[in-house]
């Protein structure tokens, strides 16, 4: 989503309810939006919101007690060039919050320079929390891929694969063996932070499976509502593919482990070949649980090779 898109008048109307905030100036210039070149540079959405301060321009100012108690003790001069500073930092949307009254000059200035102003009674710091985490998600770099999106035992695992290997039937086993579905088909992710990608499903494909001879499946009407979850983090890749592709393309015992890009951050990933007889959920399961251990710092295969090369060593003792 494109930056341009995030305006006054959209936070303002999208957090109504949540911060029962009034719009008390800068009524002329609802459209009013944040700097593109400011969304763009942020490193994170504390870049974007903030308390009153004359060092960050471009970002969401926020008047609590404190600053209203700070403009409120100046007077003549010094006030006016304490709110005439404000402007010049070019804020999308001035907030006073901790239910304070906003300053009759605040009010005036805004008016003049066309700067939305809105006033809560909810804390500052619960305005900037919420209005951290509506930034970094609308701001998030965004994707969306193929596949089915899953909780499995806690971790967000992305089924991949070509068309007809029977990931939504997999999706189908995995849920009624206690798992979550996020998203079948295609599913949006969000790098909402340096280290974290979201997973979420698109509102057209809310709780529905498809299966080839079945069709369409409500999952939440079917299986209740724990049975669906609303959000992932992005945490492991199973990719499927073919027996012969497996034995082409992929090492049996792979060194290293695999990794693929998604949104710029390395996601870990494991290939399973789709073969008759083969227990697919039980595999995924198995790989879910081994990743698990792997981000606790235990990693099976490298055990195995130190093993090895202690038994080599150990052997060659024994020969002198």
């Keep these: 989503m494109k930056a341009t898109s995030i305006s006054a008048d959209r936070l303002f109307e ?3 309810e949540a911060l029962r905030w009034e719009w008390v100036a800068g009524h002329a210039h609802p459209e009013r939006r944040f700097d593109e070149a400011a969304l763009r540079d942020a490193q994170s959405a504390a870049d974007l919101v903030g308390y009153l301060n004359y060092i960050h321009p471009y970002r969401v100012q926020i008047v609590g007690r404190r600053e209203v108690a700070y403009l409120s003790q100046a007077s003549g001069d010094v006030l006016d060039r304490r709110i ?6 070019e804020p999308p949307v001035i907030i006073v919050a901790d239910d304070q009254p906003a300053p009759d000059r605040l009010v005036a200035m805004c008016d003049r320079a066309e700067i939305p102003l809105f006033t809560t009674a909810e804390s500052a710091g619960h305005v900037i929390d919420l209005v951290r985490a509506y930034l970094a998600h609308v701001c998030a770099n965004r994707t969306t891929r193929h596949g089915v999106f899953m909780d499995i035992l806690g971790l ?6 070509e068309s007809g290997l029977g990931k939504s039937e997999l999706g189908l086993e995995l849920i009624s063996r206690g798992h979550g579905l996020v998203a079948d088909d295609a599913v949006d992710f969000f790098r909402i932070a340096q280290t974290a990608i979201e997973g979420r499903c698109p509102e057209l494909l809310m709780n529905l499976l498809e299966v080839r001879g ?16 609303r959000k992932m983090r992005l945490k492991l890749i199973v990719h499927l593919v073919r027996k012969e592709t497996m034995e082409r393309d992929f090492e049996r015992l792979p060194y290293e482990p695999l990794y693929e890009d998604v949104l710029g951050m390395p996601v870990r990933k494991v290939v399973i070949a789709v073969d008759a007889g083969r227990n697919l959920a ?7 649980r081994n990743t698990i251990l792997q981000l606790r710092g235990i990693d099976t295969y490298r ?18």
Excluded: M, P, S
């Design 14 to 16: 999208e957090h109504r």
């Design 84 to 89: 005439a500073r404000i402007v010049t930092l």
């Design 156 to 161: 967000g695992v992305l089924l991949t694969g």
């Design 214 to 229: 079945i069709g369409l499946l409500d999952i939440k009407a079917i299986f209740g509502e724990t049975a669906v979850r």
């Design 282 to 288: 039980v595999l995924v399961e198995a790989a879910v």
């Design 303 to 320: 055990e195995f090779v130190e093993r090895h090369q202690r038994a080599i060593e150990q052997g060659l003792n024994d020969a002198n």
